[in-house]
């Protein structure tokens, strides 16, 4: 089945922590992204990669850091400086020319 | 039913009814338009989407109406169904901006048996 994982379902982070959640795709998307859901409000970007080895910060990468080394993957970990990380994180990929964005199941985020 | 986008978060429909969910968007440079459906702790499911050369597509069941005059998007769900329970929001993006999509808060659609 062609898609893209997330792990954990749930990540708890005590303070101070640093956190890395992981994105998969198996779908040969050139691009990724990740986001972040909070009630109530719409999708914000948090950062997106185009290509292997490049990404680039979204609306919202206070906080947040992300490697692009593989295709497949694009972890993001919630550093410490991210001071209200309480949230359902959601990665998506597309395969450009096309915009069309498909996401994962997510990832929801609670501190200690 | 029928809901007004943001001022109207939930809608609540007999099962078998025709659903309407509305959306205003916000950029008239916005030329390719998403809807997407998603369920309680889980990821958005794409549904269907338009480009504003088109004013009407349709899909199994569902059908997404664009009117870029007044810049409202809508989407019509025919014969909802319990499983058709869910938040549906609507995304827009400029052509070939595929990074800069802007995604609404949705709409909750509780299906009534």
């Known amino acids: 089945d062609g898609g893209i994982t997330q792990s954990p379902k749930y990540l708890f982070r005590k303070e101070g922590q640093n956190v890395t959640l992981s994105c998969e795709q198996n779908l040969n998307h050139d691009a990724m992204y990740w986001y972040r859901q909070d009630p109530g409000q719409g999708l914000r970007l948090i950062y997106y990669s185009q290509i292997v080895n490049d990404f680039q910060k979204g609306d919202i990468a206070e906080g947040y850091s992300v490697s692009r080394e593989k295709k497949e993957s694009f972890p993001l970990t919630v550093t410490s400086a991210q001071k209200n990380p309480t949230a359902f994180y959601l990665c998506?990929?597309?395969?450009?020319?096309?915009?069309?964005?498909?996401f994962g199941p997510g990832t929801r985020l609670l501190v200690l | 039913g029928e809901s007004v986008g943001l001022h109207l978060p939930t809608l609540s429909v007999q099962e078998g009814d025709n659903s309407i969910i509305n959306c205003a968007y916000s950029?008239?440079?916005?030329?390719?338009f998403i809807w997407y459906k998603q369920e309680s702790g889980k990821g958005p499911q794409f549904i269907i989407d338009i480009r504003s050369n088109m004013d009407k597509r349709q899909g199994q069941r569902v059908t997404v109406l664009l009117n870029k005059t007044v810049k409202h998007l809508s989407l019509q769900i025919a014969a909802t169904q319990p499983g058709d329970s869910a938040v549906y929001f609507c995304a827009e993006n400029k052509f070939n901006n595929f990074n800069k999509f802007y995604f609404g808060s949705g709409t909750k659609l509780n299906v009534k048996p």
């Open positions: 998506a990929s597309s395969n450009p020319p096309q915009e069309t964005q498909y």
């Open positions: 950029n008239s440079a916005s030329d390719y």
